[in-house]
């Protein structure tokens, strides 16, 4: 089993910051991409922004700019820095990590976080 523990979500004014932080652990050979998505109400769930283990990144064409997605690979962990956010940016914000799982026959997995809510008021 795989678990994703998510941090950093909270109530912040617009044009303020927050770090999201998502830590894995379990039975993990390797992660080979983590990445954040999030769902507004009423809204399907789309990518923010997602990182491989090598350290190539992709963002939305929303967040370009203003969000920074890193990871830790030591530490199976992943950050979301959200800079200048905007009322557009309220949602529950999920991570994701796409890998191997240890042991043999190896395994391919991918796992969601609990969700984390980030609200930015106007």
């Known amino acids: 089993q795989v678990q994703l523990v998510e941090s950093g979500g909270g109530l912040v004014q617009a044009g303020g910051s927050l770090r999201l932080s998502c830590a894995a652990s379990?039975?993990?050979?390797?992660?080979?991409?983590m990445g954040w998505y999030r769902q507004a109400p009423g809204k399907q769930r789309e990518l923010v922004a997602d990182?491989?283990?090598?350290?190539?990144?992709n963002y939305a064409d929303s967040v370009k700019g203003r969000f920074i997605i890193s990871r830790d690979n030591d530490k199976n962990t992943v950050y979301l820095q959200m800079n200048s956010l905007k009322p557009e940016d309220t949602a529950v914000y999920y991570c994701?990590?796409?890998?191997?799982?240890?042991?043999?026959?190896?395994?391919?997995?991918?796992?969601w976080g609990q969700g984390t809510q980030v609200t930015v008021s106007s």
């Open positions: 379990g039975t993990i050979f390797r992660i080979n991409v």
């Open positions: 990182i491989t283990s090598g350290g190539s990144t």
């Open positions: 994701n990590a796409d890998g191997v799982r240890a042991g043999w026959p190896f395994e391919a997995f991918n796992y």
